[in-house]
């Protein structure tokens, strides 16, 4: 079982659409990140987060600790947000490296 | 503020061959880490450097090596090159508080 797993793995909606994206989690963690990968593979850093909620334009992520589970929201989808989601955790054994969950493709319809 | 750089962006190699990536951080950026994106796998650790020193490293075979330099400028080596080894190779570095940034990668294709 994979230490970092997000559903679903793909999803398509259609603009304007209100989109959730699941992260769950085995181990202890420090912080927890939100990534968007869009082809040609650069990679953005959304979010971390290591309670709470933070909010940034559309997107809203939250996270519980107690439940190891976090989720990221794109409110009034658009076809820019097609784009790979990806959850990674810092664990707090100390060992700093980032763990990433498959990811989650989002492809919005005009 | 200048973002993360990394090059070449793309590159081919003959099985066997030896390959160097570089990884310019953000200013003031003393940890990068890198990172191996493949289809069958996603994304996996490397390693990571912190002030020239590797902090951490992921469970990929020796043949994977880097260093990292005093203006934190940072190199990974792949040697005896395989098939397996066409990946997308990311950097990232890493401040305490605004979490990371990555490159754009170095798309390797190994033939």
């Known amino acids: 079982k994979n230490e970092v797993e997000q559903s679903p793995q793909n999803l398509t909606a259609q603009e304007g659409e209100f989109i959730t994206i699941n992260c769950s989690y085995s181990v202890g963690i420090s912080a927890l990140h939100w990534l968007q990968q869009h082809p040609g593979g650069g990679i953005v850093s959304l979010f971390m987060?290591?309670?709470g909620k933070k909010k940034h334009g559309r997107l809203i992520a939250t996270i519980n600790i107690q439940e190891k589970h976090s989720s990221l929201h794109i409110t009034a989808s658009h076809p820019r947000d097609s784009a790979v989601y990806i959850c990674?955790?810092?664990?707090?054994?100390?060992?700093?490296?980032?763990?990433f969950g498959t990811g989650t493709r989002l492809t919005i319809i005009p | 503020k200048a973002g993360v750089t990394q090059t070449p962006r793309y590159l081919i190699k003959t099985r066997g061959q030896q390959v160097t990536l570089s990884c310019s951080p953000i200013?003031?950026?003393?940890?990068v880490s890198w990172y191996q994106q493949t289809p069958g796998q996603g994304l996996q650790f490397l390693f990571e450097y912190f002030s020239e020193t590797q902090r951490n490293k992921g469970n990929f075979p020796g043949r994977f090596s880097g260093r990292q330099f005093s203006n934190s400028r940072s190199e990974m080596n792949v040697s005896t090159l395989e098939l397996g080894d066409s990946a997308l190779y990311l950097c990232?570095?890493?401040?305490?508080?605004?979490?990371?940034?990555f490159g754009s990668g170095t798309r390797l294709t190994v033939v």
């Open positions: 987060l290591s309670s």
């Open positions: 990674a955790v810092i664990s707090n054994f100390g060992n700093e490296k980032l763990t």
């Open positions: 990232a570095s890493s401040d305490a508080n605004y979490g990371y940034t």
């Open positions: 200013s003031g950026h003393r940890s």
